[in-house]
C-alpha cells in the first residue's frame, strides 16, 4: 500500500508541474502578444487589453494552483491540499461553465467570422486597424486578402508582392489596370488567401484552450473522487477511531489484511496518514 501511495503522490506531483508549466506558457504567450502589438505600434492596444489581462490572469492561477497542488503532495501537507482542492472544485466549475459553451459553438466559428469579416469587404474601404491587420497577415503567412486578392479590388498592397525566384510555387500573376495612367499592367502576388490559414490558427487555439480546461477538470474530479475513495476505505479497514490529533493524524484501532493487529504502524492514505494499533 505504502509503494501504490507514494506512486499516487509522485505521479500527482509531476502532473502538477506539468500545468504550472501550461500556466507559465500561457503568461508567456500574453507577454510576447504585448511585445509583438508594442513593437508594431498598434493604436487598438487599448482594445487587446483585456485579451491580454485574461490571458494573464488565467496562466497566473493555473500555475498557482498547481504549484500549490505539487507542494502538497510532496510535503504530504493536509491544508495545501485541502486548499488546492477547493480551488480545483471552483475552477472546475468556472471552466465547464465557460468550456461547455466554447465547445459547441467551436464548429460555428468559421462560418461566424467570416460573415462577419465579409461585412468589411473591400479592404481598401475597411478601417485602418483592418487593413492594418489584414497588411500584417500578408506579410507573416504570405498570403494576399482575406479570401481573394479580389478583395484589396485593384489597390494590391506591397504586402501581397511575392517573388517567383524566392518563392517558388507560392507565386501567381494577375493583370491589373492601373487607375493613374489607365493601362495593364501585371504583378506577381501570393496566391493563396489569408482567412483558411488564419483560421487554422484559430481552431488550433480553440483547440489547445478547450484541451487544457477539460484536462484541469478531468484532474479536479479524478482528485475529489480519490479523496473519497480514500476517505471511504480507511473508514471501512478501520472504523474503530479513538482521536484525531491536531495534527491531523488519526489514531484507529483495526485489523491488517492478515488478519493480525498492527502495533505502532502507519497505514498512509494519500491525503492523511492513519496510525492504526
Given at each position: ?37 508594442n ?5 487598438d492596444?487599448?482594445?487587446r ?7 494573464y ?28 482542492l ?24 468559421e ?8 461585412d468589411?469587404?473591400p ?16 506579410t ?21 508582392s ?5 518563392e517558388?510555387?507560392q ?7 492601373d487607375?493613374?495612367?489607365q ?9 493563396k488567401?489569408?482567412?483558411?490559414i ?12 478547450l ?12 482528485l ?6 480514500r ?32 502495533k505502532?504502524?502507519e497505514f ?10
Amino acid at each position: 500500500m505504502a509503494q501504490i501511495n507514494t506512486c499516487l503522490k509522485h505521479t500527482f506531483t509531476i502532473f502538477n508541474i506539468l500545468f504550472a508549466i501550461v500556466g507559465g506558457v500561457i503568461i508567456g504567450l500574453a507577454l510576447l502578444c504585448q511585445v509583438v502589438t508594442n513593437v508594431e505600434g498598434r493604436e487598438d492596444l487599448e482594445g487587446r487589453t483585456g485579451g491580454l489581462v485574461a490571458l494573464y490572469v488565467f496562466g497566473a492561477i493555473t500555475m498557482m494552483v498547481a504549484i500549490l497542488g505539487a507542494y502538497g503532495a510532496h510535503k504530504e501537507s493536509k491544508c495545501s491540499l485541502i486548499a488546492f482542492l477547493v480551488c480545483m472544485i471552483i475552477g472546475t466549475l468556472l471552466m465547464l461553465r465557460a468550456g461547455i459553451p466554447t465547445a459547441i459553438a467551436r464548429p460555428q466559428v468559421e462560418n461566424i467570422l467570416r460573415a462577419k469579416l465579409q461585412d468589411y469587404l473591400p479592404l481598401d474601404d475597411a478601417p485602418s486597424d483592418l487593413q492594418n491587420m489584414a497588411n500584417s497577415l500578408q506579410t507573416s503567412f504570405h498570403c494576399c486578402g482575406l479570401f481573394s486578392y479580389t478583395d484589396w479590388r485593384t489597390n494590391i498592397p506591397q504586402s501581397c508582392s511575392c517573388d517567383p525566384q524566392m518563392e517558388e510555387g507560392q507565386c501567381q500573376n494577375i493583370e491589373y489596370r492601373d487607375l493613374l495612367f489607365q493601362f495593364a499592367q501585371t504583378k506577381s502576388i501570393y496566391a493563396k488567401p489569408c482567412f483558411p490559414i488564419m483560421m487554422h490558427y484559430i481552431l488550433l487555439f480553440f483547440d489547445v484552450l478547450l484541451g487544457v480546461v477539460f484536462t484541469l477538470a478531468i484532474l479536479a474530479v479524478s482528485l475529489f473522487h480519490l479523496f473519497i475513495q480514500r476517505r471511504l476505505k480507511c473508514l471501512v479497514l478501520y472504523p474503530s477511531v479513538q482521536q484525531v490529533n491536531p495534527s491531523g493524524v488519526y489514531s484507529v484501532t483495526g485489523a491488517s489484511s492478515r488478519g493480525r493487529h498492527r502495533k505502532n504502524s502507519e497505514f498512509k492514505v494519500f491525503f492523511f496518514p492513519v496510525e492504526c494499533h
